[in-house]
């Protein structure tokens, strides 16, 4: 079965650091992979997305995340986090067997210290 | 327009009530989708329909009804919920298959 996990439960990071928020998958065949965030009282917004191509995908709000076959990874980054950056950010990939349908990690939740 | 729009944003209900949760989208996406999500976790996927059929039910007892009456409206008709049914239910849209998925703000539902 498609599925992603975020190892960790919330990420600490000071403000003007680099974040990155980790994500592996575990899927048959070529992965589809996204990266969503949810702020408080929010619906989830999509960030970026890997389908083919380049292994670096570049995202909104200055986010990027790098497809790593080999470790089967596909972790968010951003260079310089901000506290506006505070949020649940969920990876998810995409089921094959079944049309229109995500499978979510657990979720990180992201705290930026000012 | 970009968004996906959901009402009511909040809703409290007994048990023994009857509601509805609205969602609209005018992206002219073909796929609609319901998620419950309770607080902190993923969202978990509850129906999907595809030009206006649904296509997923994942086992959602039948107390959640949905209803697609035309491809920018999707509704979910609750009743006889239960106190643990309390979630954020959110609404999603796409152009088809597991492409990017818009979702809306969500209506946080309350069952005493």
């Known amino acids: 079965a498609q599925s992603v996990a975020q190892p960790e439960d919330q990420v600490n990071v000071a403000e003007g650091n680099p974040l990155t928020v980790k994500c592996t998958y575990s899927v048959s065949g070529n992965p589809y992979l996204f990266w969503y965030v949810q702020y408080p009282n929010r619906g989830l917004q999509f960030l970026l997305k890997y389908i083919t191509g380049d292994n670096l995908v570049k995202g909104s709000y200055g986010f990027e995340a790098e497809f790593n076959k080999s470790q089967t990874s596909f972790h968010l980054k951003k260079p310089s986090a901000l506290v506006s950056d505070s949020a649940l950010y969920f990876c998810a990939v995409r089921v094959f067997y079944g049309n229109n349908r995500l499978a979510f990690g657990k979720g990180n939740q992201v705290v930026v210290i000012p | 327009d970009t968004e996906v729009t959901q009402t009511p944003k909040h809703l409290v209900m007994g048990m023994t009530n009857k509601k509805s949760l609205k969602c609209e989208q005018h992206m002219g996406h073909r796929a609609m989708y319901w998620y419950k999500q309770k607080a902190k976790k993923p969202p978990e996927l509850m129906f999907v329909y595809s030009y206006e059929k649904l296509s997923i039910n994942e086992s959602v007892p039948s107390r959640f009804s949905p209803e697609c009456p035309n491809s920018s409206l999707l509704n979910l008709h609750l009743h006889a919920l239960q106190p643990e049914d309390s979630a954020l239910y959110l609404c999603?849209?796409?152009?088809?298959?597991?492409?990017?998925?818009?979702f809306g703000a969500g209506s946080r539902l309350t069952v005493l």
């Open positions: 999603a849209s796409s152009e088809g298959g597991a492409n990017v998925l818009t």
